[in-house]
């Protein structure tokens, strides 16, 4: 096929890139489903959808998950499904309050994994104190779905009316921090999948950052903005922030947390460890003059042991994110394309 | 294999069984599910769950989707999964404020029947008057998923301090009604799956009841309790009347709305139209002074015209479902075991 054939068919039909947290994907929203479903709060594309009823507001988010393989150094599909929805209802703000679980599970799926996977939800969903209240279990025929499950979880979160986060809010001078090593989860995923073995474990670190996100804020951190870099990675984040506030950003590569073993396995596999996905991370923007008391209550947190201060939000036209290296140059971060790996979660 | 086998495999994996809203699919919630999950809300096995925020109470549902052929007479996957979830929604007495969709899709899928599809969960949603607020998509690789597409709806409804709905309210002498013909939806996806013709097309019933159940709530009928009978059809739910109520349940073959086609298709394939999946029927139980009054309201609807009162509660020892048949005799229903018609939604 020509480079042309290759554009004309990712046009025609879905390709793995359109589910990778990139640009394809980024188009795949805005042209296909936008385009048919588009309403004030959907074309928003934060995390969780803001809800209004006639008393309160709500945060209200979903994710399906297709990891391969289910289980991994670190966690498992469960534990992911659980992680991954309270990630995305702390992070814009909520207080999650119930949890479903939606199962696809294939003919002869073996039920002592599938109750490891369960205890492994429940194992999660414990530690973070929000119930899976409801849920809902189809079975396909064998042959059909690769791993043998997927997951879907979508959760609930009241958000209290002292909170206030956006994009919008996002002003040049703004720290940006991060609550400890990235890359964690993918490489890990990558390395089980991919039979390599390298001389230290890697493991996910898929957690559940609700915790740790209401003492940030019970401190009174004046928070603009916070995302989990889940696909797409901190190039993702960054992206989408530069993009959104129509502002410049800042990143200090000596200051990034990567674990030495995360490092080397991207480096060996040629990937740029920003754009690969963390399941236990949240990128915070806030005022410079919190960004020591943030740090503070986020190193004293289980899950923001190496906590960062990362870098800043700048003026910029065109804004761009960039990342000052070690040896003091500047190089463009871009968000990445497409799927870098396929089915990280 | 023996039946020994065959009984020793069914407890060792998932057999399709598993997922046919059957007695199979209700061991495996309660030994493997609500083993590891269990809690109040979870273990309560309604089709949605009443969370408590600070200021109200909430209805929170999912509905995973993976029926094949993607489309069929009188709708699509689309249109199913927006009516399943507001359905669940309404039988609990919730006002739909928000849906969730998460898509799992083929590489390879065609964009326009993507596009397709998308079109009418946007035409189900607004006809419902119900947004979709928030998604995700995940993309897995060719040759692993059949129909090339699962949908998984959440949703979030309000529900009303004056609605008190359950099983524990059914009394003995409540009527029990249905808004309409049984049996379509499923009948109509096995027709075209299989290429059989009939003379008269069948057609699915996938419809959002929200409208017609606000209604009949609005018109002050005490409903004691309401379902729709997808999988597991009206046997399951009159099954778990039965069973969860401790009452028995006496329905009139003759007062229990069919379609011709649709019955004659059933019992030319040896299916009891009492197991089939609906998803635009739900099952009302009423005291009966109020019985007319809410077959009034029912039948002005669009999805109520052929409302019927298709029989009783009653006491029992043992509570038992009961059919009497046009000739007068009586034969017990029974909840279906497993999964007669499989990936029927």
Known sequence: MTVADVTKQTERVIVRAHGGGGEMMARLIQDHILAALGNRTLNELTDGAVLSTTTSRLVFTTDSF?????????????????CGTINDLAVMGGRPIGLSLGMIIEEGFELSSLDRILNSVA?????????VVTGDTKVIEHGIGGTGLFLNTAGVAELDDAVHLGFSRIQPGDAVLVNGTLGDHGMAVLSVRNGIEFQTILKSDAAPLNGLIAEVLAAGVDVRFMRDPTRGGLAGVLADISANAGLGVEIEEDRVPVNTAVRAAAEMLGFDVLTVANEGKVVLVVPDKDRERCLGVMRRHRYGRRSA?????VT???????????????????????EELPRIC
Do not use: K
């Not at 393989?69 to 599909?77: Q, R, S, V």
């Not at 201060?309 to 939000?313: D, E, P, Q, V």
């Open 66 to 82: 297709v990891v391969a393989p289910l289980e991994f150094p670190g966690g498992d599909i469960g534990r992911l499904a659980v």
């Open 123 to 131: 194992d999660a969903a414990t530690e973070a104190g929000v119930p």
């Open 309 to 313: 201060n990362i870098g800043r939000i």
């Open 316 to 338: 910029g036209d065109p804004p761009l994110v960039e990342l000052i290296t070690r040896t003091g140059g500047r190089r463009i971060v871009q968000r990445p394309y497409g």
